[in-house]
């Protein structure tokens, strides 16, 4: 049984309440880095691994892609995902993406945000994207970053001058991380970087480019409480060309 | 003036005394790591960056390597290099890896243990390696992780339980990070490991495998005290392929 925090009632409202929840992808700092990644979507086959409510399928489809298939666990967020449009070229499926069976050769590009980190088995998914895209293909996606998510005890730390510091212990210790987000208990995957990006070339993909983001000085002029975001990467980003 | 501190008498004297100074690469934790990154070096010409005292031009000479020049900045290191062989297919050349030239199209392999974090700009090496390489040509190296440079502090921590942690900050601000190793004042360069992959990408290499080094539970077994290094990778270790 999948664990399937999108569709908890307590999880659902909190979620529901973020800024990338209520403004889309501009809400998101991530995405600028993210969307300057990105092939041009004009014309492309797309599929949205974890499209949640569906803003990247809506922003693919208003950019000229040619269709865009979003994959999801939860019904909660497809149901406002396939509420929020009527666009024909836009279709939802609720899948899990730990057993999800794609359509062979059928999309010139793979989308993922922040959704990989709740899967154990990420190879078994890289395999799967590679196979479903067509040979020059692009997968683009997304995932929290593993000095992020390493420690038993993930809360910033004060250096004996007084300065934040973020710990990391475990990092090589990969495996379940149980975090309270919105409500106790949520669980997460941490893996290192090496074995995400090894699992990538091991499908067949070659890496095209890599970032590690925090908050960009103009983000923290608008947002000052980022700051301390630049400490350490909260997100890693990953372009990647199906060989 | 490039920094070089191997050929400062404290440091260099205090460097000699470590392990793998004394014994070579069986003495070196990451070397079986790396090693399972090399490809049969049976005629191959190698170039080694970084030379330091010859342990890694002589063993890839004994595994039959046509030949291997070694480059270091330290005379002293060179000095001992020389005298540890009569090989002449081994070749010790005095160069600062921030400006070296190499010829081109000349080796198989290129190999660099534990050099590039004294280099501020790696983009630069890795452009000069690419045009050394023949097409296909590997390069395997190994640096300092960005987990265990980015600190201003980098000294271990404990979490409230008293469990240990290391501290991660600044680690988006890539620059000098300076320690006290063997005398004060050394100064390295810390990157994200973002750049450092997204600099071999934009040379022309197609990255191969990527490992974040930790002792082995067999190491720990023989070493009890290196088994707080599993809490976060001490080195970074690629191998890449020319394109």
């Known amino acids: 049984m999948p664990q399937n ?13 973020l800024p990338r929840s209520v403004g889309g992808l501009p809400s998101a700092p991530e995405w600028p880095r ?26 693919a489809r ?5 269709d865009v298939l979003g994959i999801d666990l939860s019904e909660n967020m497809l149901a406002r995902a396939r509420a929020a449009t009527s666009d024909d070229a836009i279709t939802y499926q609720q899948h899990d993406l730990a057993t999800v069976a794609l359509p062979k050769g059928r999309f010139d590009l793979a989308y993922s945000s922040l959704a990989i980190h709740y899967l154990e088995d990420v190879a078994r998914l890289f395999a799967e994207v590679h ?54 208990g949520v669980v997460k995957y941490h893996r290192t970087l090496a074995t995400t990006l090894n699992a990538l070339i091991g499908a067949g993909f070659a890496i095209a480019h890599v970032e590690e983001y925090g908050p960009t000085p103009e983000q923290i002029a608008a947002q000052p409480a980022w700051a301390k975001e630049r400490e ?9 060309r199906r060989n």
């Open 34 to 59: 993210l969307q300057a990644m990105l092939p041009d979507v004009r014309g492309l086959r797309i599929v949205d691994l974890g499209c949640g409510f569906g803003w990247f399928c809506r922003w």
């Open 5 to 17: 925090i999108y569709d908890d009632p307590e999880f659902f409202a909190g979620y529901s309440r």
């Open 62 to 66: 208003e950019n000229g892609a040619a």
């Open 232 to 240: 350490r990467p909260m997100f890693l980003l990953v372009s990647a």
């Open 131 to 184: 196979a479903a895209l067509i040979p020059g293909g692009h997968f683009v996606f997304s995932t929290e970053h593993p000095i992020l998510m390493a420690s038993r005890r993930a809360e910033w730390l004060t250096h004996l001058d007084g300065a934040p510091t973020w710990p990391v212990d475990g990092y090589l210790a990969e495996g379940t991380r149980t975090t309270e987000w919105f409500r106790p």
